[in-house]
């Protein structure tokens, strides 16, 4: 599956953002999908998770209550719902896919992922 990331930008502390992750070339209601991110110098950091299927969403505890992970399987779309932005948040955002995936947080576990978008949140 190939995923195209996109909805970055740059928003002051407090703000809202929100983005997408368009899938193409496999069926994207089998795929696991979930959201990543990573600034310089550091590793890339679990954000937030949704299964395939009926299951339970799955986030990071710095963005509980704050992010929301959503998908339309008719649109091929996984989504990231970003409010209450604080600084700290700044980094490039990626989505990645998982076969049957089951909103886990590994890395590793992802094999396809989209180039990244960068949210930039100033103080």
């Known amino acids: 599956v190939q995923l195209q990331a996109s909805g970055g930008g740059l928003v002051q502390a407090g703000g809202s953002l929100r983005l997408s992750c368009a899938a193409s070339?496999?069926?994207?209601?089998?795929?696991?999908m979930a959201w990543f991110r990573q600034t310089p110098g550091k590793e890339r950091e679990f954000v937030a998770a949704?299964?395939?299927?009926?299951?339970?969403?799955n986030y990071a505890d710095s963005v509980k209550g704050r992010f929301t992970i959503s998908r339309d399987n008719a649109k091929n779309t996984v989504y990231l719902q970003m409010n209450s932005l604080k600084p700290e948040d700044t980094a490039v955002y990626y989505c990645a896919g998982q076969y049957y995936g089951r909103a886990g947080a590994l890395s590793r576990a992802y094999a396809y992922w989209g180039q990244g978008t960068l949210v930039t949140v100033s103080s």
């Open positions: 949704i299964p395939w299927g009926v299951g339970m969403t």
């Open positions: 070339g496999r069926t994207f209601s089998d795929y696991g």
